[in-house]
């Protein structure tokens, strides 16, 4: 038997749903707003726990938990996998889950139909794609279906080689003015929220005042109305390079390796399992037990 499901109510302190209206809201009265990426059952319930307004079921799931060198072969199966858990461990969250690379680019079509499966078969309440240009027109699509849309300007990871790497955009003055023109283009069609990637900060600052729709940055400095990380990122749950705008916020990949090595170290010295970790039998059953053992053993033919 493995890890029977929990339940743990009682820290959750209830609130309000979060809404595309009270995120607009939120960003009307001044108030930042906290998203996190999330890719499994536990992780969403922590996220609910903390009080988080926004889980973003990120592609990211690609190389955090998949294993995979970039976000670009995760399937519309596996990301829908990983959102329906996250729904279950949402309550008052706002859930924004990502289409993956190929599902929404080639035509309107595929934009709405890979979205209205988020939305069916994992309870998004918005979706996320990325990129302006002929993305406006996928957005304006799904917008138009009934469901809302967040865009990503910026580093956008599924077209990375387009772009020439895992690098900072809008760095050029032509590539920040592109880069203010497609943000208002995916406003213009209706896109709920906006998230800018690694951007530089006054490029985020210049555009802030020209948008109405929250723009949530990550590695776009401080001006932006909300902040997302990743959520390996934010835990320190992976070892290696951390992009320059990842604060890490626990050290969690050590105390991992801590805990298991010590747990291995136990069971080999027989230290694990102690007395307290064992199921009893009264002292009447084991000898009745015993009994029954005993005579299997002397029978005839035993
Ligand atoms: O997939 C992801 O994690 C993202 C965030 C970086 C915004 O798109």
């Not at 190929?102 to 595929?110: H, I, P, R, W």
């Not at 990871?157 to 497609?182: H, I, Y």
């Not at 208002?184 to 729709?213: F, K, R, S």
């Not at 007395?275 to 029954?292: C, K, M, N």
Request: proline share 4%.
């Amino acid at each position: 038997m493995s890890a029977s499901p929990r339940t743990s109510d009682a820290t959750v302190v209830d609130r309000a749903p979060v809404t595309v209206t009270s995120l607009l809201e939120q960003k009307r009265q001044g108030r930042k707003i906290a998203m996190v990426t999330a890719y499994d059952h536990p992780s969403a319930v922590v996220a609910e726990q903390a009080g988080v307004e926004m889980v973003l079921v990120g592609d990211s799931a690609a190389t955090t938990v998949l294993g995979l060198d970039s976000t670009v072969p995760v399937t519309m199966d596996e990301m829908l996998m990983l959102s329906r858990a996250v729904r279950r461990g949402l309550k008052a969250t706002f859930m924004i889950c990502d289409l993956p690379f190929g599902a929404y680019e080639a035509s309107d079509l595929d934009a709405v139909r890979s979205a209205q499966r988020f939305v069916k078969e994992a309870g998004a309440q918005a979706v996320k794609l990325e990129g302006g240009d002929l993305m406006v027109d996928r957005a304006r699509a799904i917008v138009r279906a009934g469901i809302p849309v967040v865009g990503h300007l910026g580093l956008t990871p599924q077209t990375a080689n387009a772009l020439g790497g895992l690098r900072a955009q809008g760095k050029s003055a032509e590539q920040a003015v592109r880069m203010v023109q497609d943000a208002l283009a995916l406003q213009e069609a209706g896109c709920c929220a906006l998230v800018l990637e690694a951007i530089p900060a006054a490029v985020a600052e210049e555009l802030m005042p020209l948008l109405e729709i929250p723009v949530i940055g990550i590695g776009a400095g401080a001006s932006t109305d909300g902040q997302v990380l990743v959520w390996h990122d934010l835990l320190g749950l992976l070892e290696g390079h951390t992009a320059k705008f990842v604060k890490p916020y626990a050290a969690l990949h050590g105390e991992m390796v801590a805990a298991v090595r010590t747990y291995a170290d136990e069971v080999r010295e027989g230290v694990f399992p102690a007395r307290e970790h064992t199921y009893v039998i009264a002292a009447d059953e084991l000898g009745r037990f015993q009994g029954a053992l005993a005579q299997l053993h002397d029978a005839p033919g035993a």
